[in-house]
Structures are given as structure tokens and as C-alpha cells.
């Protein structure tokens, strides 16, 4: 059994801690000053990008871009200068063998399915105010029919800065009544444009514009606004729920409930035991394809890994630099499918995951999921240490598989990559759900992958 403090919460702690996570990480920008929080009140301390970084063993770490943040800390004691054995090489080999640890990397993603607001697009229509937005990822667009919205993101001012916004609830995209549309329970078709608008007020009524509204919530001059990056959020509070409060509601828990874990997992580790360098990784635009410079597709991880080793190691060699990478491995945890009891045969008849089961373990034949023989053993193995029980995940053959940042973080770094994830019913809702004792266990899992047990 693990001994990590993950275990030893009850589910109505890890909820709440939970519901605190997710409540403070309406964005993406939102989430990664959420978990810098959390890993500054460890001791973690932050480093700018533009300067050259002096890095020392046993020290936490973290780098935000954008909506994204890597962290990590260095085992203590672990981090020599690069020394040379002479007995241990080979006769043409006319280098040294060197001390340089691995990575072990728990990767997830900070983005979920939204509606991002469109730029200078308010107007009036049948005497309601309403504001454009275009799709943001996949959301089940019908979750989000008649839900309060509040507006968050980040803002760009005049004076260079960036700055956090979040509005009250201050949208909702209504449906029609059945009355004027008598069919719809035989199926509801949406179109992206015409019925996916929210409306904010009513036009007679109108004293402040949108961009008004997000300044007011940030304190700042609207003039002072020259650009945003703002997203509709539903918000009803996260909460438990079932006969035994076994099951948790929340909006993006695709895949906030990753990012919590490796977060927790990583203000877990102890430097004093560590073998590899501990990272935490949250990307952010899984959701539409990860090309970015903040995405997974992007530059930052290798960037980051690459410094890390640089600053501990002076003088080290890319040579060297790729030998760690070889000797890495990366765990990545994004949200997954339990078997749906009302559309059984949406699933494989045979592999069947289920709410309460325990993390999955996510294989693809197409390389869809970058898990490997290699990589099901460590995860098998960190389970294992963890005391929690995992399962298997494949999809129906006739059904097209997604993918996630596992195959694209293998693609970049070459390192040994697992996908693996929560089960949750309603991916992509405007308000998913979980089994309260798979985030125990995704979260017990992760600390003891990131420690190296």
C-alpha cells in the first residue's frame, strides 16, 4: 500500500479539494495560476523563460506559457557534475558515462470544450442582447442549453501586461419550447451558429458592454483592453451525488481532474528518495489538436527538459541530454470512457470499464494512445505501489478512436509514453461525472509514478 497522503483522505476531502480546484480554474489561464498556487505554497519557486536559469538539486521548480505550466523537482543530492568511469567504456567510445537522471513525466492538459468569445461581436436581436462566440473544441453542444454562464479568460492590456478575468453569470443559450418545435425529442439538431448564441441582457436595459463587464471583474480601465481570450463557463458548483455519494459532478473534468492530480502528485514527492527528475506537464489546446506553442505539439517540453539538464549539469552535451531523454518515461492521464449502461453496444463487448473500477489504461493499435508493452508494466507497476486496482480501455472496432497528448509528447521526445485517465460518463458535457474513488486512485497512482515506487 502506498503510504502517499493522497490515501489517507476520505472521499468527502479529496472532493472538496476537488470542487476547490476546479471552482478556481474557469480557463485554462485560470487552472495553471491555480496549480502555481499549490505549488508555490510547497516551496516551489517560479522561473522566467527569457533569463538563464541556475537550477540546484532537490529544488521545485515551475514555467508557465501562456495557458500552460510544466513543474518539477530534482532529486536531492542526485544531480553531480557529469563524471567519467574508465572502466565502463567501451574501447571506442572516447566519452564518459555520466550521472545525467532521466525524466519521469505525469502529462495532462489545462483546456476543456467551451465557447470562446468571438472579437467585437455584441448585438441585438428580438430585444436581447447577445454576444458571438465560435465553438471551442468538441462540447456536447446540448449540455449547454439552459445553464447560467459566466465569461473567463485572460485580458491584454495596453501597458504589456496580462491579466485574469472572470465575470458572474452573466449568459445563457436558451432552447425553444417544445410547444414551437414538437419534434424535438425525436432528435435535436443544433446549428452552430444560429442556436449556440448566448444572449447577456435585455438591449433597452444595455450600460455596459461585454468587454466592459470583464474589465469591471479584473479591475481595469475597459480602454486599457486590447485583446482577450475569454470562454463560457457553466456555474453550478461541483458536488458529490448518488445513494452512497459515490459519484462526482463537475464541469471540465476533462481534464482539470488530471491536472489536479499530477499537481498534488508532484507537492507529494520527496526529493530525498528521488532516482529521476519528477515533472509535471499540463498542456494547454489538447482540445483542438495541440498545435501551439503552448500545446503538446509545440517546443515547450522538450524546451524545459532540455534547460534542466543544461543548468544542472554545465557543460553537459546534447548527447547526453538525448541519453535522458531515452531513459524517461511519461505517463499521460486524460480523461477516458467507462462502459455507458444505456448504450452498451457503443463499447468493446468484451473490455468493459466501469465507474469505481479504478484508473484505465488506455490501448490503441493505431498508435491513437501511445501505450506499449513498456509502458503497461510501469503503469501496472506504480498501481501496484499505490495499492489501487486499474483496467484496461479499448474502443469498438467500429467506432473511430480520439487521441490525446501521449502519442504526440512520444512523437516529439521519444520517451516511453502511457496514456491513461479517469472513466467518466458524459465526456465533454457542460457537466461530466466521475466515481469519487477513481480520483483517489488516479491520484494515489500518480504520486507513486512520479516517485519512482
Same mark, same amino acid.
Given at each position: 500500500?502506498?503510504?502517499?497522503?493522497?490515501?489517507?483522505?476520505?472521499?468527502?476531502?479529496?472532493?472538496?479539494?476537488?470542487?476547490?480546484?476546479?471552482?478556481?480554474?474557469?480557463?485554462?489561464?485560470?487552472?495553471?495560476?491555480?496549480?502555481?498556487?499549490?505549488?508555490?505554497?510547497?516551496?516551489?519557486?517560479?522561473?522566467?523563460?527569457?533569463?538563464?536559469?541556475?537550477?540546484?538539486?532537490?529544488?521545485?521548480?515551475?514555467?508557465?506559457?501562456?495557458?500552460?505550466?510544466?513543474?518539477?523537482?530534482?532529486?536531492? #543530492?542526485? @544531480? %553531480?557534475? +557529469? !563524471?567519467? &568511469?574508465?572502466? *565502463?567504456?567501451?574501447?571506442? /567510445?572516447?566519452?564518459?558515462?555520466?550521472?545525467?537522471?532521466?525524466?519521469?513525466?505525469?502529462?495532462?492538459?489545462?483546456?476543456?470544450?467551451?465557447?470562446?468569445?468571438?472579437?467585437?461581436?455584441?448585438?441585438?436581436?428580438?430585444?436581447?442582447?447577445?454576444?458571438?462566440?465560435?465553438?471551442?473544441?468538441?462540447?456536447?453542444?446540448?449540455?449547454?442549453?439552459?445553464?447560467?454562464?459566466?465569461?473567463?479568460?485572460?485580458?491584454?492590456?495596453?501597458?504589456?501586461?496580462?491579466?485574469?478575468?472572470?465575470?458572474?453569470?452573466?449568459?445563457?443559450?436558451?432552447?425553444?419550447?417544445?410547444?414551437?418545435?414538437?419534434?424535438?425529442?425525436?432528435?435535436?439538431?443544433?446549428?452552430?451558429?444560429?442556436?449556440?448564441?448566448?444572449?447577456? #441582457?435585455? @438591449? %433597452?436595459? +444595455? !450600460?455596459? &458592454?461585454?468587454? *466592459?463587464?470583464?474589465?469591471? /471583474?479584473?479591475?481595469?480601465?475597459?480602454?486599457?483592453?486590447?485583446?482577450?481570450?475569454?470562454?463560457?463557463?457553466?456555474?453550478?458548483?461541483?458536488?458529490?451525488?448518488?445513494?452512497?455519494?459515490?459519484?462526482?459532478?463537475?464541469?471540465?473534468?476533462?481534464?482539470?481532474?488530471?491536472?489536479?492530480?499530477?499537481?498534488?502528485?508532484?507537492?507529494?514527492?520527496?526529493?530525498?528518495?528521488?532516482?529521476?527528475?519528477?515533472?509535471?506537464?499540463?498542456?494547454?489546446?489538447?482540445?483542438?489538436?495541440?498545435?501551439?506553442?503552448?500545446?503538446?505539439?509545440?517546443?515547450?517540453?522538450?524546451?524545459?527538459?532540455?534547460?534542466?539538464?543544461?543548468?544542472?549539469?554545465?557543460?553537459?552535451?546534447?548527447?547526453?541530454?538525448?541519453?535522458?531523454?531515452?531513459?524517461?518515461?511519461?505517463?499521460?492521464?486524460?480523461?477516458?470512457?467507462?462502459?455507458?449502461?444505456?448504450?452498451?453496444?457503443?463499447?468493446?463487448?468484451?473490455?468493459?470499464?466501469?465507474?469505481?473500477?479504478?484508473?484505465?489504461?488506455?490501448l490503441n493499435a493505431q498508435q491513437r494512445y501511445a501505450t506499449d508493452a513498456v509502458g503497461t508494466a510501469a503503469w501496472s507497476q506504480a498501481c501496484a505501489a499505490a495499492g489501487v486496482e486499474y483496467q484496461n480501455f479499448v474502443s469498438n472496432n467500429a467506432m473511430p478512436c480520439g487521441s490525446t497528448i501521449g502519442p504526440l509528447t512520444a512523437t516529439r521526445l521519444g520517451m516511453t509514453t502511457?496514456?491513461?485517465?479517469?472513466?467518466?460518463?458524459?465526456?465533454?458535457?457542460?457537466?461530466?461525472?466521475?466515481?469519487?474513488?477513481?480520483?483517489?486512485?488516479?491520484?494515489?497512482?500518480?504520486?507513486?509514478?512520479l516517485q519512482g515506487a
Amino acid at each position: 500500500m502506498s503510504t502517499s497522503p493522497v490515501r489517507s483522505r476520505t472521499k468527502t476531502q479529496v472532493a472538496a479539494d476537488l470542487t476547490d480546484f476546479i471552482s478556481s480554474s474557469p480557463s485554462s489561464y485560470h487552472a495553471t495560476a491555480t496549480a502555481a498556487a499549490r505549488l508555490e505554497a510547497a516551496g516551489f519557486c517560479r522561473l522566467n523563460e527569457r533569463k538563464v536559469w541556475s537550477l540546484e538539486p532537490g529544488q521545485g521548480h515551475y514555467v508557465i506559457r501562456d495557458g500552460a505550466i510544466i513543474a518539477w523537482r530534482t532529486p536531492a #543530492g542526485k @544531480a %553531480d557534475a +557529469a !563524471e567519467t &568511469d574508465a572502466s *565502463e567504456q567501451s574501447d571506442n /567510445s572516447g566519452g564518459r558515462l555520466t550521472t545525467i537522471p532521466g525524466f519521469r513525466v505525469f502529462g495532462s492538459h489545462t483546456d476543456s470544450p467551451a465557447f470562446k468569445l468571438k472579437p467585437g461581436d455584441e448585438f441585438t436581436t428580438e430585444g436581447t442582447r447577445q454576444i458571438g462566440v465560435e465553438i471551442y473544441g468538441g462540447p456536447l453542444l446540448n449540455s449547454w442549453l439552459d445553464r447560467e454562464l459566466a465569461l473567463a479568460g485572460q485580458l491584454s492590456l495596453a501597458d504589456g501586461s496580462v491579466i485574469l478575468a472572470q465575470t458572474p453569470p452573466i449568459a445563457r443559450i436558451p432552447q425553444l419550447a417544445i410547444h414551437l418545435d414538437r419534434q424535438v425529442n425525436d432528435g435535436l439538431t443544433l446549428d452552430k451558429q444560429r442556436h449556440t448564441t448566448p444572449i447577456i #441582457g435585455l @438591449a %433597452d436595459l +444595455a !450600460e455596459a &458592454d461585454v468587454i *466592459e463587464i470583464l474589465a469591471a /471583474s479584473a479591475e481595469v480601465d475597459p480602454e486599457q483592453v486590447l485583446g482577450h481570450d475569454v470562454y463560457t463557463i457553466p456555474v453550478q458548483s461541483p458536488g458529490l451525488f448518488g445513494a452512497q455519494e459515490e459519484f462526482f459532478a463537475a464541469p471540465r473534468l476533462d481534464n482539470l481532474l488530471s491536472v489536479h492530480a499530477g499537481v498534488n502528485a508532484l507537492v507529494d514527492v520527496d526529493a530525498a528518495s528521488l532516482d529521476s527528475i519528477a515533472l509535471f506537464a499540463g498542456f494547454d489546446h489538447e482540445e483542438i489538436g495541440s498545435n501551439s506553442r503552448s500545446g503538446a505539439c509545440g517546443p515547450l517540453l522538450a524546451d524545459v527538459t532540455e534547460r534542466i539538464i543544461a543548468s544542472l549539469f554545465p557543460g553537459s552535451t546534447r548527447s547526453e541530454y538525448l541519453a535522458a531523454l531515452a531513459s524517461s518515461i511519461c505517463v499521460s492521464s486524460d480523461a477516458g470512457h467507462a462502459a455507458h449502461p444505456n448504450y452498451p453496444e457503443r463499447h468493446d463487448p468484451h473490455v468493459r470499464p466501469r465507474l469505481g473500477g479504478g484508473p484505465l489504461l488506455k490501448l490503441n493499435a493505431q498508435q491513437r494512445y501511445a501505450t506499449d508493452a513498456v509502458g503497461t508494466a510501469a503503469w501496472s507497476q506504480a498501481c501496484a505501489a499505490a495499492g489501487v486496482e486499474y483496467q484496461n480501455f479499448v474502443s469498438n472496432n467500429a467506432m473511430p478512436c480520439g487521441s490525446t497528448i501521449g502519442p504526440l509528447t512520444a512523437t516529439r521526445l521519444g520517451m516511453t509514453t502511457v496514456d491513461v485517465g479517469p472513466a467518466l460518463y458524459s465526456m465533454h458535457s457542460a457537466r461530466e461525472m466521475v466515481a469519487i474513488s477513481d480520483v483517489v486512485a488516479l491520484g494515489a497512482a500518480a504520486t507513486t509514478f512520479l516517485q519512482g515506487a
